[in-house]
Nanobody, 115 residues
């Protein structure tokens, strides 16, 4: 069955960095677009970033452009999100989601940016 498992969240000070990972199974990872989506406390879902199957093209929300980098290792069926210059407004649960349709999601990993 399709599974997506995020990890790498935690507590970090403003200006710090974290790298999130999403390990997937149950489908051909190398064939699909992948996304990172986040939900801040008390707010709705916000698409953060996406990457094509071959990693040739990436896209970012304006709120994270220049600070976050999405990447993938198709041999390891793993999606990454490198987050730098973190701000308190980046505090959220971060999810990876499959394909442009976002038909499957992981359970998320919590990122807290606070001093």
């Amino acid at each position: 069955q399709v599974q997506l498992v995020e990890s790498g969240g935690g507590l970090v000070q403003p200006g710090g960095s974290l790298r999130l990972s999403c390990v997937v199974s149950g489908f051909t990872f190398s064939s699909v677009w992948m996304n990172w989506v986040r939900q801040a406390p008390g707010k709705g879902l916000e698409w953060v970033s996406g990457i094509t199957s071959g990693a040739m093209t990436t896209d970012y929300a304006d709120s994270v452009k220049g600070r976050f980098t999405i990447s993938r290792d198709n041999a390891k069926s793993t999606l990454y999100l490198q987050m730098n210059s973190l701000k308190p407004d980046d505090t959220a649960v971060y999810y990876c989601a499959r394909a442009s349709s976002m038909d499957y999601w992981g359970k998320g990993t919590l990122v807290t940016v606070s001093s």
